[in-house]
């Protein structure tokens, strides 16, 4: 986040406290291109979506302006506000049982988000997965107790990591990432190895 991005949009939030089509409307058409980007990217979004996410995301954004929930002194830039509200639009939308990932994405944690599935064991189709996960349940149970919370915490109770900051007495939710970040890859070069 660029200071000047920040210093734009101080100036930019007074003007949009107030109705203003046209200047709603030239913002609309600049943050397009970046919001849709991210989405899809960062968030997987599916392009038929992405519109319908930014119109809605894009408005909320403006109201929040004009009823005053975002005000100055901006934490962030506005379209970093906006791309926040359509994550959030985008999580509401999918199904909230945790459908996993496909295989080819990220091998562990898709495992580690389909062993904790509603507390039962789950059922694996091949020999080679079922081997796969006795492995992590084996290498899970031998690391460290931080560890086994921020990935149990994660990937089996669908924590965010501000719900994983508060109830395991972290400083941030920074820090929380960088937990999760560390413990992912102490498992993934175990896993290599063994």
């Known amino acids: 986040m660029s200071i000047l991005n920040l ?4 100036r930019l939030l007074p003007q949009l406290k107030k109705p203003n089509p046209r200047l709603e409307y030239k913002i609309y ?25 930014y119109s809605e995301a894009f408005t909320i954004t ?13 934490q962030a830039n506005l379209l970093t506000y906006c791309i926040s509200v359509g994550k959030n639009i ?16 990220d ?26 996960v006795m492995k992590i349940q084996a290498l899970l149970e031998q690391m460290g107790q931080n560890c086994q ?12 990591h501000r ?11 920074n820090a929380s990432r960088q937990r999760l970040h560390k413990c992912l890859a102490k498992m993934r070069k175990k896993l290599i190895g063994s």
């Open 90 to 105: 985008l999580s509401n939308s999918r199904p909230k049982k945790h459908t996993p990932i496909p295989m080819d994405e």
């Open 149 to 160: 919370d921020s990935l149990k915490g994660k990937y089996w109770y669908n924590y965010s």
């Open 163 to 173: 719900d994983m900051m508060e109830e395991f007495n972290l400083p941030n939710e």
């Open 29 to 53: 058409r600049k943050w397009r291109g970046k919001f849709r980007a991210t989405l899809i990217k960062k968030y997987h979004c599916p392009e038929e979506m992405v519109e319908e996410v």
């Open 7 to 10: 210093k734009e949009d101080d």
């Open 62 to 74: 403006i109201q929040n302006i004009q009823t005053g929930k975002l005000d100055l002194p901006l």
């Open 107 to 132: 091998v562990l944690t898709t495992l580690l988000e389909k062993m904790g599935s509603e507390g039962e064991d789950p059922d694996f189709e091949d020999a080679e997965v079922e081997m796969l």
